[in-house]
């Protein structure tokens, strides 16, 4: 589309968004009058329908007691399964595939105790560089578990000198060099400080072909960029759901695990009651005996105060549509980076783009630059409403959520910048 760097068009756009609906089916935070929330990759905005639910269950545990395990249209006891349904269909998989569990880091320990098995020669793991602290950690500490160093165990796939993101045939060649070596692949699915996106695919591909497991924390994909986890073969993958998916600080996280796995109740796990076959679990057997779905890899019964936002927001998901959510998700983007280059044309600055501008290799965020003067420019951007996000020493992230923001959002936040640039010229 060709973009006007108007305020008229902005409108225009607005009122062409097929989702522009789906912005009241959130509590937009009182922001000081023309600021706008643009921290959706770290706190999702809660939605609407969400007290009421959790209203609901506080009924169900006051009047049923008990009896709620069995009772009512979703009894607690099952209450983890619709979020399967759900859940699978924005990460490409089957229900069987997809549980809604535990948390990011959790899962990722609890799922590399079955799929890291170092043998003899083939006791590798490789990752991107620069990742989200929590995953180096869980990473190390496997490793140091098997017995085994980190610092030799542990690759770290780098961007090039002078550059932000990795290259794909980089990615690649480190797997296929490191080939018999290679246990597991395990990577970002977007990397939250670039908001790269990464060939999830072709990694996949590239692992298996070199004999190892492939795995991605999909914290910052998960309910933003495409997935196809089944398709693409990939192993497992463990999620946050307090980003994206909208489901409130520390909600219940998720984990996938391919179908050729799931049955496998043969492998090793890391063992709790709620990972028995439905019909077992209350059985209180001495033996354990997994469900052949990746419910087997459950160990507690379901967190239900945990996991009750993230239902009103896999709604708003479902009626809203990924397709669309996608197609918005892009276009906004697009708007974004057009404005900013609008605003800031013909002064000395122009601030340094670290997101891939290529559509298949960012999702939501735009991460950018500001050098020297990104603390002053961010608290700026802070104290006109415009909630951001600053990673020192001088990256800003901007996420427009397709669900909420809007076109004109960004209009102003743009006209904000761009109205800076003077002072923020010279050298990033
Ligand atoms: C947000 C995030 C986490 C957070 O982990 P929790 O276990 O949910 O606290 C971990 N990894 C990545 C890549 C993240 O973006």
Known sequence: MKFKAT????????KADPLKKY??????????????YFCGNSL??????????F???????AEDAVEGHFTGAQPWAEYHEVYATLLAEIVGAKTKEVVAMNSLTVNLHLLMATFYQPVKGRTKILT????FSSDRYALRSQIELRGLNPDDHLIEVAPRKGEHTLRKEDVLKAIKDCGEELAL?????????TGQVFPMKEITAAAHKAGAVCAFDLAHAVGNVPL???KWNVDFAVWCSYKYLNAGPGAVGGAFIHERHVKRTDLF??????????EDRFAMKEEFNPSATVDGWQLSNAPIFNMIALKASLDIFEAAGMKKIQNKRQQMTEWLEFLLKEKCKGKKYSLRLITPSGEKERGAQFSFDAGKKAEQLFKELSKAGFVTDLRKPSVIRITPAPLYNSYEELFRLAEFIGERCEWLKGKV
């Open 128 to 131: 991107e560089k620069g990742s």
């Open 7 to 14: 305020l008229t068009f902005a409108k225009t756009l607005d």
């Open 185 to 193: 692949v395990m990577m970002g699915g977007v990397n939250y400080y």
């Open 269 to 278: 796990r890391l063992a709790g009651w709620w990972g028995n076959r439905k």
């Open 228 to 230: 196809e986890l089944h």
């Open 23 to 36: 912005r009241d089916k959130f509590i937009i935070p009182q922001l000081k009058e023309g600021g706008a």
């Open 55 to 61: 209203g609901k269950e506080l009924r169900r545990w």
């Open 44 to 53: 999702g905005l809660q939605p609407a329908a969400a007290p009421e639910l």
